[in-house]
C-alpha cells in the first residue's frame, strides 16, 4: 500500500513561488509513477504534471515553463516547484502515483490534498 502526504501549500501573490512536497510511504518513489492533480473550487479534477519512474516528465499546456516537478529518491518525496503563479492556479493540490503506468493522468494511490491560494 502506498499512502501519500502533501505538503507546502499557503497563500501567495500573484508572481511569486511554492513548493510543494509529498511524503510516500509503503514504497520507494523511484520505483513509483507519480503525478500532481489540482481541483478549483465548483471544476473538476485536473492534471497538471507527471513523472515516469524512470524521472521523463509531463505538464499540463497551462503550466508548461512555470512548474517543474521532481522527485528526490533519498527523501522519498515528489516535489512541485510553482513560479509565476497566477489567480488560476488557485486550488487543492493532489499527490498520485502507482506501481503500474496507466498513463500520465491515471493513479490508485492519491493524498489528502494542499489548498494553494494565488491572490491578484
Known amino acids: 500500500q502506498v499512502q501519500l502526504v502533501e505538503s507546502g501549500g499557503g497563500s501567495v501573490q500573484a508572481g511569486g513561488s511554492l513548493r510543494l512536497s509529498c511524503a510516500a510511504s509503503?514504497?520507494?518513489?523511484?520505483?513509483?509513477?507519480m503525478g500532481w492533480f489540482r481541483q478549483a473550487p465548483g471544476k473538476g479534477r485536473e492534471g497538471v504534471a507527471s513523472i515516469y519512474s524512470g524521472g521523463s516528465a509531463s505538464y499540463a499546456e497551462f503550466v508548461k515553463g512555470r512548474f517543474t516537478i521532481s522527485k528526490d529518491n533519498a527523501e522519498n518525496i515528489l516535489y512541485l516547484q510553482m513560479s509565476g503563479l497566477k489567480p488560476e492556479d488557485t486550488a487543492t493540490y493532489f499527490c498520485a502515483a502507482d506501481r503500474v503506468w496507466r498513463g500520465p493522468w491515471t493513479y490508485n494511490y492519491w493524498g489528502q490534498g494542499t489548498q494553494v491560494t494565488v491572490s491578484s
Open positions: 509503503g514504497y520507494t518513489v523511484s520505483n513509483l509513477h
